[in-house]
Protein backbone atom coordinates (compact mmCIF):
# COMPACT_ATOMS: atom_id res chain seq x y z
CA UNK A 1 0.00 0.00 0.00
CA UNK A 2 1.27 3.28 -1.20
CA UNK A 3 1.30 6.18 1.69
CA UNK A 4 2.12 9.28 0.43
CA UNK A 5 2.65 12.52 3.16
CA UNK A 6 3.32 16.24 2.03
CA UNK A 7 4.99 19.06 4.11
CA UNK A 8 6.14 22.75 3.27
CA UNK A 9 3.19 24.45 3.34
CA UNK A 10 2.62 27.17 4.89
CA UNK A 11 1.68 30.90 4.33
CA UNK A 12 3.45 33.60 1.68
CA UNK A 13 3.26 37.33 0.11
CA UNK A 14 2.71 37.44 -2.87
CA UNK A 15 5.71 37.44 -4.74
CA UNK A 16 7.34 34.45 -2.23
CA UNK A 17 7.85 31.36 -2.61
CA UNK A 18 7.49 27.55 -0.92
CA UNK A 19 8.15 24.69 -1.63
CA UNK A 20 5.96 21.18 -1.06
CA UNK A 21 7.63 18.04 -0.54
CA UNK A 22 5.79 14.80 -0.79
CA UNK A 23 6.99 11.46 0.29
CA UNK A 24 6.12 8.12 -0.79
CA UNK A 25 6.17 4.85 1.66
CA UNK A 26 5.31 1.75 1.55
CA UNK A 27 6.60 1.06 -1.84
CA UNK A 28 10.54 0.35 -3.41
CA UNK A 29 10.12 2.70 -6.48
CA UNK A 30 8.47 5.98 -6.47
CA UNK A 31 5.10 5.15 -8.98
CA UNK A 32 5.38 5.94 -12.63
CA UNK A 33 3.15 9.31 -12.35
CA UNK A 34 3.32 11.70 -9.48
CA UNK A 35 1.35 15.00 -9.37
CA UNK A 36 0.11 17.81 -7.79
CA UNK A 37 -3.34 19.35 -7.37
CA UNK A 38 -5.04 21.67 -5.08
CA UNK A 39 -8.36 22.68 -4.14
CA UNK A 40 -9.89 26.09 -3.42
CA UNK A 41 -12.82 26.21 -1.16
CA UNK A 42 -15.61 25.88 -3.40
CA UNK A 43 -13.75 24.92 -6.72
CA UNK A 44 -13.30 22.02 -8.23
CA UNK A 45 -9.88 19.89 -7.95
CA UNK A 46 -7.02 21.12 -10.06
CA UNK A 47 -4.29 19.23 -12.05
CA UNK A 48 -1.05 22.09 -11.11
CA UNK A 49 1.80 19.40 -12.32
CA UNK A 50 3.11 16.28 -12.80
CA UNK A 51 5.75 14.44 -12.94
CA UNK A 52 6.12 10.95 -15.57
CA UNK A 53 9.24 9.11 -13.49
CA UNK A 54 10.28 6.65 -16.59
CA UNK A 55 11.46 9.56 -18.63
CA UNK A 56 11.41 12.64 -16.47
CA UNK A 57 9.27 14.27 -18.38
CA UNK A 58 6.97 17.05 -16.54
CA UNK A 59 3.47 18.76 -16.91
CA UNK A 60 2.31 21.98 -15.80
CA UNK A 61 -1.37 23.71 -15.87
CA UNK A 62 -1.07 27.07 -17.65
CA UNK A 63 -1.61 29.25 -14.86
CA UNK A 64 1.79 27.97 -13.57
CA UNK A 65 3.97 27.79 -16.29
CA UNK A 66 7.18 29.37 -15.61
CA UNK A 67 6.76 30.22 -11.81
CA UNK A 68 6.32 26.52 -10.40
CA UNK A 69 8.92 23.20 -10.89
CA UNK A 70 8.05 20.05 -10.01
CA UNK A 71 10.50 17.65 -9.43
CA UNK A 72 11.91 14.30 -8.32
CA UNK A 73 14.54 12.78 -5.72
CA UNK A 74 14.50 9.08 -6.34
CA UNK A 75 17.11 8.15 -3.56
CA UNK A 76 14.64 9.82 -0.77
CA UNK A 77 11.45 8.57 -2.62
CA UNK A 78 10.29 12.49 -2.60
CA UNK A 79 8.54 14.73 -5.05
CA UNK A 80 8.95 18.54 -4.57
CA UNK A 81 6.70 21.29 -6.05
CA UNK A 82 9.00 24.99 -5.95
CA UNK A 83 6.63 27.16 -6.22
CA UNK A 84 7.78 30.96 -7.04
CA UNK A 85 5.82 34.29 -7.61
CA UNK A 86 3.41 33.23 -6.07
CA UNK A 87 0.06 34.60 -6.13
CA UNK A 88 -2.89 34.99 -4.26
CA UNK A 89 -5.19 32.97 -6.91
CA UNK A 90 -2.51 29.87 -5.99
CA UNK A 91 -3.92 29.92 -2.80
CA UNK A 92 -5.42 26.41 -1.87
CA UNK A 93 -5.14 22.90 0.29
CA UNK A 94 -1.87 21.08 -2.23
CA UNK A 95 -2.58 17.21 -2.96
CA UNK A 96 0.38 15.00 -3.86
CA UNK A 97 -0.96 11.86 -5.91
CA UNK A 98 0.34 8.77 -7.38
CA UNK A 99 -0.50 5.75 -10.11
CA UNK A 100 1.06 3.36 -11.40
CA UNK A 101 -1.13 3.34 -14.28
CA UNK A 102 -0.87 4.59 -18.14
CA UNK A 103 -4.41 5.42 -18.58
CA UNK A 104 -5.75 8.79 -18.11
CA UNK A 105 -4.63 12.39 -18.31
CA UNK A 106 -2.13 13.81 -15.40
CA UNK A 107 -4.38 16.65 -14.97
CA UNK A 108 -7.57 14.25 -14.46
CA UNK A 109 -7.71 13.61 -10.52
CA UNK A 110 -9.53 10.07 -11.35
CA UNK A 111 -6.57 8.91 -12.32
CA UNK A 112 -4.72 8.63 -9.78
CA UNK A 113 -5.15 5.96 -7.31
CA UNK A 114 -3.24 7.20 -3.95
CA UNK A 115 -3.40 10.56 -2.40
CA UNK A 116 -1.91 12.37 0.38
CA UNK A 117 -3.43 14.16 3.16
CA UNK A 118 -3.25 17.46 1.85
CA UNK A 119 -1.08 21.05 3.06
CA UNK A 120 -2.34 24.58 2.79
CA UNK A 121 -0.89 27.15 0.57
CA UNK A 122 -2.29 30.37 1.66
CA UNK A 123 -0.42 33.64 -0.15
CA UNK A 124 -1.44 36.95 0.80
CA UNK A 125 -1.52 40.34 -1.52
Known amino acids: QVQLVESGGGSAQAGGSLRLSCQVF????????MGWFRQAPGKEREGVAA????????YYVDSVKGRFTISQDNAKNTLYLQMNSLKAEDTAMYFC??????????????????WGQGTQVTVSS
Open 26 to 33: GHTTIPDW
Open 51 to 58: FYTPAGST
Open 97 to 114: AADYSQSGWWYEAPKYKY
